[in-house]
């Protein structure tokens, strides 16, 4: 199975490349070639770095993708391969995308949905083959990740016709996401960190019902985490859902959307794993964006072992409460607020670094993370809070440059406040032996 991942990536890039018509391309015309055939190649560069006066020990406690504390590093260094497809014909049409993410922040989009232990009996599991081992376990941050590998098809049926997505792709719940050119802030929520899944893989479908109404639906596997960030080797036979819902205003200014995830929690297991997103936008004026964003999950008869519980089977709940508030001070300058809470009540989801135990597997028996020493990692049933306030300023524009590789060039200042209260248990410092730190962050941000 190691060598489906190539075989898989392989067909995809003949599926995109592959179009209505058979052309014998030559050097000159390439570049026509893919603009008439709607074929694009694309990428970011993301990378920061974060002042945390507090933290001696490398990492910003609980936080997570700005989670290197006094030092650089490179979050993402994004290609993608695609061909969109045309939705608003009556016609089929085909596409597809292939993602390559270099950086820090691969370990938060790879396939981990299969953990190292059963979350329900603690057993040991095999972990998915899909991009885990691709390389740099030596580095202890960075990694590959294949984050999105799907074809893509719009289908003439209904007024509108419907969107299929087949393969692994970015979960579509919640407000933040992954890829940094969709996000205003370098750091991200606890509710989107811990509280949503990150990637699915299986099948998508998007219908647009009129100008105000669109549905989603999709079918997802290869998971033993409730249909989460789930690969192509493992869990197959782990099937679930999600749907989801959004309504539009006639003005396009306020937007609803409800989605929801709902599996058994693995093969072995048919306990409930599920969560549910509410985020409501309006647009204030044309220059001020208000978001409200809540989260809710359960995973039902999991194996706890925190500050609070040692090996205690119950069930976990999780949820957050987020505000945005973004402003376009001018046309190339934006200011925006993030404020939150988020109750992690049974110590199951937020574990600090997570990335040191999202890195763990089993080697000759024992429990190893590449990223550091598992030792250090802490969990607690906690409340926890976060204030953060930052501008995006696009530099490039701003200072007209000229030079074609750096015109969309930004750079992101933030200034982030946490704070951890430890959940009807003993106190919780997770913050280099504090209950807060307060993190200085400057990132930049190049589309290419």
């Not at 699915?200 to 647009?208: F, K, L, M």
């Not at 049933?381 to 030079?403: C, E, F, M, Q, V």
Request: with cysteine; aromatic share 14%.
């Amino acid at each position: 199975m190691k060598h489906s991942r190539w075989f898989l990536l392989v067909v995809i890039s003949k599926a995109i490349l592959v179009t209505v018509t058979s052309t014998h391309l030559h050097a000159s015309n390439l570049k026509k070639f893919a603009q008439d055939n709607r074929i694009e190649l694309g990428g970011w560069i993301n990378g920061g770095a974060t002042f945390n006066p507090s933290q001696s020990n490398g990492f910003n406690g609980p936080v997570a993708f700005a989670d290197q504390a006094n030092r650089f590093q490179l979050n993402q260094l994004n290609i993608f391969l695609q061909r969109p497809v045309i939705s608003e014909t009556n016609r089929w049409d085909f596409g597809g995308r292939i993602g390559f993410l270099f950086g820090t922040d691969a370990i938060y989009t790879q396939a981990f949905g299969v953990p190292t232990y059963d979350v329900n009996s603690g057993s040991p599991l095999k972990r998915s083959n899909w991009d885990l081992d691709l390389c740099c376990a030596s580095t202890k941050t960075y990694g590959i990740a294949l984050p999105q590998t799907y074809l893509e098809a719009h289908v003439p049926i209904g007024r509108n016709g419907l969107n299929l997505k087949i393969g692994r792709f970015y979960s579509p719940t919640g407000f933040e996401t992954v890829p940094a050119p969709d996000n205003f802030f370098y750091t991200r929520s606890y509710s989107f960190n811990a509280g949503e899944p990150f990637t699915h893989t299986g099948i998508q479908a998007n219908y647009a019902i009129n100008g105000n109404w669109s549905v989603m639906g999709s079918a997802v596997t290869g998971s033993a985490t409730g249909g989460w960030d789930g690969g192509w080797d493992k869990q197959w036979g782990n099937w679930g859902g999600i749907a989801g819902i959004t309504w539009t205003s006639d003005n396009l200014a306020t937007s609803l959307n409800i989605t929801g995830t709902y599996a058994e929690t693995s093969t072995r297991s048919s306990t409930s794993w599920g969560m549910y997103n509410i985020v409501l936008q309006h647009k204030i004026n044309p220059k001020t964006l208000l978001v409200l964003h809540h989260v809710h999950g359960f995973a039902d008869g999991v194996l706890l072992n925190n500050l609070k519980y040692t090996n205690v089977v119950k069930d976990a709940q999780w949820m957050g409460v987020v505000t945005h508030l973004y402003y376009d001070l001018t046309e190339n300058v934006s200011i925006g607020a993030r404020a939150e809470w988020f109750r992690d009540r049974d110590g199951f989801r937020n574990p600090s670094p997570f990335r040191v135990a999202a890195a763990t597997n089993i080697v000759n028996g024992t429990p190893v993370s590449y990223a550091g020493n598992l030792s250090s990692v802490t969990i607690t049933p906690a409340d926890y809070y976060s204030a953060t306030i930052g501008i995006n300023w696009k530099i490039a524009k701003t200072l007209k440059l000229r030079w074609d590789s750096i015109k969309k060039l930004s750079i992101r200042p933030n200034i982030r406040y946490d704070r951890v209260d430890a959940y009807r248990t003993s106190a919780y410092r997770p913050f280099a032996g504090n209950k807060d730190q307060i993190l200085f962050s400057l990132d930049f941000l190049l589309p290419f």
